[in-house]
């Protein structure tokens, strides 16, 4: 595949892995935390790890949408999904995470009309064909997916499709990030940034963390050769003693972000005075519900939902996973009471979660060298 | 200097753990049915292993391979039996009539029994037009022929509008096992090498694309054939240095070498860079977020080769129709047991489970 491949060359990859053993100040161990889980993925999928010396080491950050939800808010949607004539709709990796009582394949199984989606454009589609349902969007994600559900609100109003409804979960990435570097028992050099993420915000939200904590951030690509040279950028930047953003993904990043998107976002959506972050608690200003001027198209204002905050399983320790303080098989339930068929913790259900990808693709032993 | 880096031990403490738990009888302890019960994964093992194994509780099921073998009166029979549902009806490529007949052959091929009779049962749906069922029976037909095998018995059945999507098929099988080895899981031994039959992927997004859910503009064709041919090719070239096939359809080549390395004990390693996928496929699939390794198949192979024999057996495969990119695409070892690892084209590794869930749609 062009523009794919070259980004999967193992001859490149090679070249990067022997830049970096350079830069590596023997006896040193580095930790370099990968934000956005799509990254946690690519690392995994492609052996990424296995190409650099072991004193080099890639903790597993909080960006995986589908791992920051919490468990009320899955109970909120199957309550929505179980009314009768509503047609629920939502991304497939969503299906498999626990409420307090089961999943959304659950309910599906017990006979709520679930439906998974590509895009929140489908989700339209759908109610545009059965006008006399009602069709609600479950939204999640970050500023990566929350311009498509903005648009699709925005396409819903224009059209006159009433039948249509968003329970938005969306999420920013900032406040998270900022609450990370807070916590004490934290230990990091520095950051792969999101790719995505900054597509949309740019790199501009991102220049706290050298200013104020001290750490250089790479904003990075998904293909195994970008990370390879992100984590360069950062050793080069700690072996120079400089600490700024730089932009690896320059290809589709600018720096500014998509100013476009920003003000779609902002017309649609407000920001939530606080959110429940699966592990990590209630965060301020951290996620985004639908603006007042939306409001007749928000299902959680169209639906009554329980809204009951339900306490993380006591075994689970998907904060801790999230935050990076600990390893996924340091976990007491990773494996045997948590596997990715039963889940407790949503770092396992994702393939972005850090626990998926370690059950999925890491569970073995490795060879590698330190320097 | 640098010295290798042990797994630490509470790791591999951790891991142990997890490996005894996974090669532990799955206990079904599900409420209900949900589509991952259906799509090849670990819910789909857990349904076989854990309530119709120890229901059924025979010689011939134990060994869990895709056909059961009975002898009868000095020969000695392969039997087999499986169900299509998939929508839509016709696809690029091939149809359900088509899958029905050549699913039951790859069964009874891959055991290594020549393909004899099948028996077809058909759950018609009301309001399914004649011209739809007579192109089906059609197909069925047809493919027969070009597999060398009769249908000697069958059944209709009829249900209200809305109870099945157009036509449900079910076809079982009998054939007679080759002499010229004897196939099984328990044959596999480290240092064979793994032979695919050609590129992988293909029907599963061929369904996909079909159904127009994508809005992805590609050609990709089913490769629903009957497998005898290599088969019979692959007998002939290894012998009993042919020691293991199956035929990769639902949930892929991954599923099926996941179930090898758990029912022989052994390693399996796979070089992604040897593993042919048309590029319509790699596209596709990368996409929409899949690993052609789990997207299925309706007339490929993979198959277990005596390291002495594997060249002969991959120039017959070759030379076997549908076999032009057959390749040898890995090895078994004996380290990690039970579990099958990728080496990525990248250079790296990492394991390549079972699939858990349903990513995709009914596809067979």
């Not at chain 1, 993380?312 to 098989?329: H, M, N, R, S, T």
């Not at chain 2, 999507?165 to 054939?175: E, H, P, Q």
Request: charged letters at 20%.
């Amino acid at each position: 595949m062009k523009f794919v491949d070259e980004f999967r060359d193992a001859q490149l990859g090679r070249v990067l892995a022997g830049e970096i053993l350079a830069t590596v100040e023997p006896g040193r161990h580095y930790k370099i935390m990968e934000v956005c889980g799509g990254h946690t993925h690519a690392i995994y999928k492609y052996g990424v790890d296995d190409l650099l010396p072991a004193n080099v080491e890639l903790v597993h950050g909080p960006g995986c949408p589908v791992c920051v939800i919490p468990m009320g808010r899955v109970d909120d949607g199957i309550a929505i999904a179980r009314e009768p004539g509503v047609i629920f709709t939502v991304f497939g990796d969503m299906l498999r995470v626990p409420g307090a009582d089961g999943t959304m394949l659950d309910a599906k199984a017990a006979g709520a009309d679930i439906r998974v989606v590509y895009s929140p454009l489908d989700a339209l589609r759908i109610a545009r064909e059965n006008p006399d349902r009602e069709v609600v969007f479950f939204a999640i994600g970050f500023e990566t997916t929350a311009p498509s559900t903005a648009l699709t609100l925005k396409r819903a109003r224009a059209d006159g499709i009433s039948n249509f409804s968003v329970m938005c979960n969306h999420v920013t990435i900032v406040p998270p990030l900022r609450a990370l570097l807070e916590s004490p028992d934290l230990r990091l050099d520095g950051f792969i940034g999101p790719g995505h993420v900054s597509t949309v915000v740019g790199c501009r939200p991102l220049e706290f963390i050298p200013a104020d904590y001290a750490k250089p951030v790479v904003v990075s690509g998904f293909e195994p050769v970008d990370l390879l040279q992100s984590v360069l950028m950062i050793m080069r930047q700690l072996a120079e003693g400089r600490c700024e953003v730089e932009n690896q993904y320059s290809r589709v990043v600018p720096y500014e972000g998509n100013l476009r998107a920003l003000q779609v976002m902002a017309e649609v959506f407000a920001l939530r005075p606080h959110f429940e972050w699966r592990g990590l608690g209630f965060i301020s200003q951290s996620a985004l519900r639908l603006s007042d001027a939306y409001r007749e198209l928000d299902a959680e204002v169209r639906f009554s939902v329980p809204g009951v905050r339900v306490a993380d399983p006591k075994a689970c320790q998907c904060g801790e996973v999230l935050k990076g303080v600990i390893k996924p098989w340091e976990c007491k339930v990773f494996g045997t009471a948590c596997t990715p068929d039963h889940a407790i913790g949503t770092c396992m259900v994702s393939p972005e979660g850090a626990c998926a990808a370690y059950y999925n693709y890491g569970r073995f032993a490795r060879e590698r060298a330190v320097v | 200097m640098p010295h290798p880096d042990t797994l630490d031990e509470r790791e591999q403490r951790v891991l142990d753990r997890i490996e005894t738990a996974r090669g532990r009888r799955p206990k079904f302890r599900d409420e209900r049915i949900t589509m991952a019960h259906g799509a090849g994964g670990k819910a789909s093992q857990t349904l076989i292993e854990g309530l119709l194994v120890p229901a059924f509780g025979s010689a011939a099921l134990d060994v869990l391979g895709d056909a059961g073998l009975v002898a009868a009166g000095g020969a000695s029979l392969a039997f087999t039996t499986d169900s299509f549902v998939v929508r839509p009806l016709r696809f690029p490529g091939g149809s359900i009539g088509d899958l029905a007949v050549n699913g039951t052959v790859n069964d009874l091929a891959v055991a290594g029994a020549r393909p004899l009779a099948l028996t077809l049962a058909m759950v018609l749906e009301e309001g399914l037009t004649a011209a739809d069922l007579k192109a089906e029976v059609e197909a069925i037909a047809a493919a027969a022929v070009a597999a060398g095998v009769q249908v000697v018995a069958g059944d209709t059945k009829v249900v209200e509008r809305g109870h099945a999507d157009g036509m449900y098929l079910c076809t079982a099988g009998i054939g007679l096992v080759d002499e010229r080895a004897a196939p099984s899981p328990a044959a596999l031994k480290p240092g064979d090498r793994i032979l695919l039959s050609g590129t992988i992927g293909d029907h599963g997004t061929a369904i996909m694309l079909a159904r127009g859910e994508f809005e992805l503009d590609a050609t990709v064709e089913s490769d629903t054939r009957s497998l005898w041919p290599a088969v019979d090719a692959l007998l002939d070239a290894a012998g009993p240095g042919l020691h293991c096939m199956r035929d990769a359809t639902r949930g892929g080549v991954a599923s099926v070498l996941n179930e090898l390395a758990r029912a022989s004990g052994v390693a399996i390693v796979v070089r992604e860079a040897d593993v042919p996928v048309n590029p319509a496929v790699a596209g596709a699939a990368e996409i929409l977020g899949l690993d052609p390794m789990y997207i299925a198949n309706e007339g490929k192979l993979v198959a277990f080769v005596a390291a002495e024999q594997a060249d002969a057996a991959l120039a017959a495969l070759q030379a076997a129709p549908g076999g032009e990119r057959a390749a040898v695409i890995g090895e078994v070892r004996t380290e990690p047991p039970g579990m099958v690892l990728v080496e990525t084209a990248f250079g790296g590794k990492r394991v390549m489970d079972q699939l858990v869930g349903d990513p995709l749609p009914r596809i067979c």
